[in-house]
């Protein structure tokens, strides 16, 4: 069964940046998409971010940059220019292909709180 532990959470100021690590234990890592998501209280899942198994990026928010390292098992989340909007607990997920819709993960972490303070 996979695990995926995200870290890196905390409390930054409005204009702030924070990276956010998620670390995998599933064996071929490399062959999985990963994806961050959001959710703030009250809220509904946000997509993030998301890279394929080779690579490739999105994000509809330019603040938010996805990366990998597949020899680690670990994907990152680096965001800027961090608002109190972007308050919530973020998580990261593994599935079988590159996606906006969180129905296409199969895995996720217990998720990291980020607090953006005014």
């Known amino acids: 069964q996979v695990q995926l532990v995200e870290s890196g959470g905390g409390l930054v100021q409005s204009g702030g940046s924070l990276r956010l690590s998620c670390a995998a234990s599933?064996?071929?890592?490399?062959?999985?998409?990963m994806a961050w998501f959001r959710q703030a209280p009250g809220k509904e899942r946000e997509f993030l971010a998301a890279?394929?198994?080779?690579g490739g990026t999105y994000s509809p928010d330019s603040r938010f940059t996805v990366s990998r390292d597949n020899a680690k098992n670990t994907v990152t989340l680096q965001m800027n220019s961090l608002k109190p909007d972007d308050t919530a607990v973020y998580y990261c997920a593994l599935g079988p292909v590159m996606s906006t819709g969180e129905r296409q993960y199969t895995s996720w972490g217990q998720g990291t709180q980020v607090t953006v303070s005014s």
């Open positions: 599933a064996r071929a890592f490399s062959n999985y998409a």
């Open positions: 890279i394929s198994p080779s």
